[in-house]
């Protein structure tokens, strides 16, 4: 079974940055792709960036591109979201997601959750 750590949430104030990191433990294979998702109270989660663990291919939010970048070591099967620039709606519960066998980034049919971790922008 496998299961998704998360990293590196906290709070920051506008224009600063944090790094979130997400390590996938146990399962025989590798996914296929790896990302972010974000959600507020009352809204439906939103896809932040995702990445192909080959490192070929990337997917960001118009939200976010231009200030955030993603990337990954698959023999770490590890990926991070470095999140620059950030602003007050980007205030958030981030979710890791993976995605194995079938499914493919940038598609809402995540295959594996991880459980959470909040960032908040505020000055």
């Known amino acids: 079974q496998v299961q998704l750590v998360e990293s590196g949430g906290g709070s920051v104030q506008p224009g600063g940055h944090l790094r979130l990191s997400c390590t996938a433990s146990g399962g025989a294979i590798s996914a296929n792709c790896m990302g972010w998702f974000r959600q507020v109270p009352g809204k439906e989660r939103e896809a932040v960036a995702s990445?192909?663990?080959?490192?070929?291919?990337?997917y960001f939010a118009e939200s976010v591109k231009g200030r955030w970048t993603i990337s990954q070591d698959n023999t770490k099967k590890t990926v991070w979201l470095q999140m620059n620039i950030l602003r007050p709606e980007d205030t958030a519960m981030y979710y890791c997601?993976?995605?194995?066998?079938?499914?493919?980034?940038?598609?809402?049919?995540?295959?594996?959750w991880g459980p959470g971790t909040e960032v908040t922008v505020s000055s």
């Open positions: 990445i192909y663990m080959s490192g070929r291919q990337k």
């Open positions: 997601a993976a995605w194995y066998g079938g499914k493919w980034c940038p598609g809402t049919d995540v295959s594996v």
